[in-house]
């Protein structure tokens, strides 16, 4: 089975320019996670969606920063403007909502911003 | 709150050597706990998790780890540390008041692995 599938995987752009990062989850999870790693802050919980619908937005660092899931497979993580301090690793992660069911993390997307 | 801690950044083992990382966790109601890996440039791989029964877990690439109720500890082992086990770690916990499969990951710990 594929797993957890995140695109581009490496992404450099310009401060105020807008980027969108997208994923895939495996298909039947129904949990999606948006997290962002980083050597200062390290694995940080952006968002996550339960049957498309998001839960907590409560790791979004600002307004800069939205994410959709218009369908059980395909989410977006949108930063406009992105700004340097933006630079980190985006990872998403699918999984079944069961009581106990471990998460399944895509490879991420390094995003540089110059 | 829930939370887990790992309290060493960095553990240096040499091959062949057991090794044993660290996780003590904080959690209201019955614990579900996690171990994670990531090597370099990729994503975290789902190493092993407690929900209930045997104190020990047994994982993925021959680890095992032992949950410890009266210490609330979760330590990763492996009886025989191999140089590809050089990894960062992450311990996990399950937030019980999510309505999605929410886990708490821990600060990390870098594995290290001399021949």
């Known amino acids: 089975d594929a797993g957890v599938i995140q695109s581009p995987r490496h992404e450099v752009t310009e401060m105020g320019q807008e980027v969108t990062l997208r994923c895939k989850p495996i298909?039947?999870?129904?949990?999606l996670f948006w997290y962002r790693q980083t050597m200062m802050r390290g694995l940080e919980l952006l968002i996550y969606f339960n049957n498309n619908v998001p839960i907590d937005d409560s790791g979004m660092p600002e307004d800069r920063f939205s994410a959709k899931m218009p369908n059980a497979s395909f989410s977006t993580l949108k930063i406009q403007p992105s700004e340097p301090r933006d630079s980190a690793v985006y990872f998403c992660?699918?999984?079944?909502?069961?009581?106990?069911?471990?998460?399944?993390f895509g490879p991420g997307t390094r995003l540089t911003v110059l | 709150a829930q939370s887990v801690a790992q309290p060493e950044d960095q553990v240096n083992v040499a091959e062949g050597n057991p090794l044993t990382v660290k996780c003590t966790y904080s959690?209201?109601?019955?614990?579900?706990l996690f171990w994670y890996v990531q090597y370099p440039n990729r994503g975290l791989q789902f190493l092993l998790k407690y929900i209930t029964g045997d104190n020990l877990v047994k994982g993925s690439y021959g680890f095992e780890a032992e949950f410890n109720k009266s210490q609330t500890s979760f330590h990763l082992k492996k009886p025989s540390a191999l140089v590809s086990d050089s990894a960062l770690y992450f311990c996990?916990?399950?937030?019980?008041?999510?309505?999605?499969?929410?886990?708490?990951f821990g600060s990390g710990t870098r594995l290290s692995i001399r021949p």
């Open positions: 959690v209201s109601g019955n614990p579900y």
């Open positions: 996990a916990v399950r937030d019980p008041y999510s309505s999605a499969s929410k886990i708490i």
């Open positions: 992660a699918s999984s079944l909502v069961r009581e106990a069911n471990e998460q399944f």
């Open positions: 298909s039947g999870h129904n949990s």
